[in-house]
């Protein structure tokens, strides 16, 4: 039997123009800057455990616990001025993990869904898990554009995978993980060039873990973007593809990284 363990890993201060695209006079409205605090909120930040019958999966790893003291030394200034993390006491994925009795060397696959700095800060944490795994669009995207924070990652053993045609998602690519059709890493590109959902098959259902391809419900069932993207054209066809997918009679539940409505749970 599948299960979905929903972590909360921390917050992240963010303007809501980062999480619902606007339009407005402000040229980057998502980044916060000369915008009053009346536009900006705490966002939680999850990971995902899942307990598969081939494997231990984490998906993203949340905040580094060096965000508790020197968040412009992990952040670096730019990032530090622009965001704000907290990771409450028992929050880290090392620690959710000791609270089921495991460590990272007990874990077969870390994926990282992307490489934005919220979703791999706490890599570190899981160094030894036996597979750390990214597409190869988003591996090379963060090693050589701006938006991202590489020493995150430095002396991490991240490897990547190649996309292949499978039959889900908005261009019908990613990768079957254990080419039994029960786990897919599907290509959702768009809020970054090499983004993926990770489609898990349970016994009532698929569940969708959608990343940042949207922040809530809203997003896909008012089709509204984030604030950050790449390319609209391929962010449109993403969240439609979920916004489609959640129509089906064997969608379960679709879940968005950011979303504050989602609480810290487990689905069986």
Not at 24 to 45: D, E, N
Not at 126 to 139: D, F, G, Q
Request: hydrophobic share 35%.
């Amino acid at each position: 039997m599948t299960t979905i363990h929903i972590w909360h890993t921390g917050e992240v201060y963010i303007d809501r123009a980062l999480a619902y695209q606007e339009k407005t006079i402000h040229p980057a409205p998502h980044t916060g800057i000369f915008r009053p605090s009346s536009k900006k909120s705490w966002l939680p930040v999850s990971a995902y455990f899942i307990n598969h019958p081939k494997g231990n999966i984490l998906v993203d790893t949340g905040w580094s616990e060096t965000i508790r003291n020197n968040p412009r030394g992990h952040l670096g200034l730019v990032a530090s001025a622009l965001f704000k993390g907290k990771l409450p006491p028992g929050q880290s994925v090392r620690e959710h993990l000791e609270t089921i009795g495991l460590k990272d060397t007990d874990l077969d696959f870390v994926l990282l869904s992307h490489l934005h700095l919220d979703h791999v800060s706490g890599v570190e944490h899981v160094r030894h898990a036996k597979t750390i795994l990214t597409s190869k669009p988003e591996w090379d995207a963060a090693n050589k554009d701006l938006g991202y924070i590489r020493s995150m990652w430095r002396g991490v053993p991240v490897q990547t995978f190649e996309l292949e045609a499978i039959p889900f998602g908005p261009y019908n690519k990613g990768v079957d993980l254990f080419q039994d059709g029960s786990l897919y890493l599907v290509h959702t590109p768009g809020h970054s060039k090499g983004q993926f959902t990770v489609m898990v098959q349970t016994s009532k259902g698929w569940v969708l873990l959608i990343s940042d391809v949207g922040y809530s419900r809203r997003s896909w069932t008012q089709l509204v973007l984030p604030g950050a993207i790449t390319n609209k054209e391929e962010a449109i066809q993403s969240l439609r593809w979920v916004q489609e997918f959640s129509l089906r009679d064997d969608c379960r539940r679709i879940i968005a990284n950011h979303d504050p409505e989602v609480a810290p749970q487990m689905i069986t």
